[in-house]
């Protein structure tokens, strides 16, 4: 989300749902605050006996915690307290997210100043690290919001260039080589399996979502922007659907624009039901509207109209499947 007062923030993304029927409030990021707030940063600030500073190039592990990591917990507590606050009493989904292994592994530099990536003994680490850490908070977020049904979402932006090997070196005048899909599949499965049955959703906003991938792993919610959907994504996508695989699709631009009618931003996904040949009847169980990606980059007035188009779609889409 855009802007930096987390009571606010909080504020907007409760208020904006009447329920569980009609949305799903989230524990917000506000990168805009700085190293720390950040995607990287934060989930870096959760990881278990690992540690990482911000350096020139970007976030560098380190032996010990330091200021940055320091300021990504404190930041991290304040958002919590915010939602805490405004969560009183609530009962039902509540998102919380951070940063998938892999897209973790590509950002953070080693001592010697290459990605975690390079090195699979670093990345096992990593993916233990971020296991423990999510452990610990999603425990936090049980505590402070009790009658919440956390959904964990894993942001993996990366993934695909990971996948493909097209994740750069320090240098830049190569790239590091792709990773062995079973062992891409391996790390994803034990992160996600802190949820303890749970519901997990992988967020990817790049073309060519590994639909199949995730779903082996056990993610129960795929999240990407359905605007990068070609007809080549239909068998997987159907599969997906008839395994039980739940949509979080990407309809409304995350940044600042004009907001088509409600039943205009779903016709798309309408039109995808019919090619795939599914019963209209399943669309209000097996998906969920979403921004495509993040809203930090929009104007905070456009963000919150963003989220209540979100809540507005949804309903046209439950009331006229068809």
């Not at 906003?205 to 922007?225: K, N």
């Not at 919150?304 to 979100?310: D, G, P, T, V």
Request: charged share 25%.
């Amino acid at each position: 989300m855009p802007g930096g007062d987390a009571r606010e923030t909080a504020k907007s993304v409760t208020g904006t749902f009447e329920g569980p029927e009609t949305g799903m409030p989230y524990l917000a990021e506000l990168p805009a605050r700085g190293p720390g707030a950040d995607m990287i940063g934060r989930t870096a600030g959760m990881l278990s006996e690992l540690y990482a500073r911000v350096e020139p190039s970007g976030w560098r592990l380190g032996d010990r915690p330091g200021r940055d990591t320091k300021r990504a917990r404190s930041w991290l507590g304040e958002d919590l307290d915010a939602l805490e606050e405004f969560t009183q009493g609530y009962e039902g989904p509540l998102k919380v997210q951070a940063v998938g292994p892999w897209t973790l592994a590509a950002a953070l530099e080693l001592h010697n100043g290459e990605v975690a990536l390079s090195d699979a003994g670093a990345c096992r680490d990593l993916a233990g690290s971020l296991a423990e850490g999510l452990r610990e908070h999603l425990a936090d977020v049980r505590r402070r919001v009790p009658g919440a049904e956390i959904v964990l979402q894993l942001d993996e932006p990366s993934l695909i260039a990971v996948l493909r090997g097209q994740v750069r070196s320090a240098s830049g005048y190569r790239t590091h080589r792709a990773v062995d899909r079973q062992l891409v599949e391996a790390t994803l499965r034990e992160v996600i399996g802190v949820q303890s049955g749970g519901p997990v959703v992988v967020h990817s906003c790049a073309p060519d979502v590994p639909f199949a991938l995730l779903r082996r792993a056990g993610a129960t919610g795929v999240s990407f922007d359905f605007s990068l959907l070609t007809e080549r994504d239909d068998d997987v996508i159907g599969e997906a659907v008839e395994a039980g695989t739940r949509l979080f699709a990407g309809v409304v631009a995350g940044t600042d624009g004009p907001l088509s009618d409600p039943a205009g931003s779903v016709m798309g996904v309408r039109t995808l039901w019919r090619r795939l040949g599914l019963s209209p009847g399943l669309l209000t169980d097996a998906v969920t509207l979403t921004p495509s990606c993040g809203l930090a980059g929009a104007s905070p007035e456009y963000a919150r109209r963003a989220l209540a188009h979100c809540v507005r779609a949804a309903r046209s889409l439950a009331d006229n499947p068809e």
